[in-house]
């Protein structure tokens, strides 16, 4: 396996991982809107605030690509290339998790709004631990980028 297969795997891990993540999470919160609908149609923006939060791990690997994309070229080294794909792995994982870990938060606080109480601000805080794992990978995954660099 050449170098740069690595870097690949690297990437499509950070992209394709993060982005199923946010899959599942939008799923998760559009079926907590859906349910909250029925009780309660007039809080829609505030459905819309909260389902659309697990969309944001998706757009962090893309970030992690666009950083890493200078350093994929086709005479790659192993060591970039086992950079690419530690980053990959990173930040792969932690934003698959931390989509579905947050939407299930913010599918909870869609449902409480539908059932009429006032948790939007609440759940928008709760929100936001889980995402910081995510963030918190993109920050090592620039960190990698600048030592492979």
């Known amino acids: 396996m050449g170098p740069i297969l690595l870097a690949y795997v690297g990437v499509l891990l950070m992209v394709g991982l ?3 993540g946010s899959v599942y999470g939008l799923t998760i919160c559009g079926k907590a809107v859906t349910g909250a609908m029925k009780k309660s149609p007039d809080k829609m923006g505030t459905y819309i605030a909260l389902s659309a939060l697990p969309s944001s791990q998706g757009l962090y690997g893309f970030v992690a690509y666009m950083v890493m994309s200078p350093f994929i070229v086709e005479n790659i080294t192993l060591f970039t290339a086992a ?3 530690g980053a990959g792995v ?3 994982i932690a934003g698959f998790f931390s989509a579905i870990r947050q939407a299930e938060v913010c599918a909870e606080g869609i449902t ?3 059932a009429g109480h006032n948790v939007f601000a609440s759940t928008m805080v709760m929100a ?3 995402e910081l794992y995510a963030i918190l990978a993109l ?3 620039i ?3 600048g030592i492979i660099g």
């Open 112 to 114: 409480a709004a539908g």
């Open 18 to 20: 993060s982005g199923l």
């Open 128 to 130: 936001v631990f889980p």
């Open 90 to 92: 990173l930040m792969g």
């Open 83 to 85: 950079g690419i794909l």
């Open 143 to 145: 960190l990698i980028a």
């Open 139 to 141: 920050v090592v995954s």
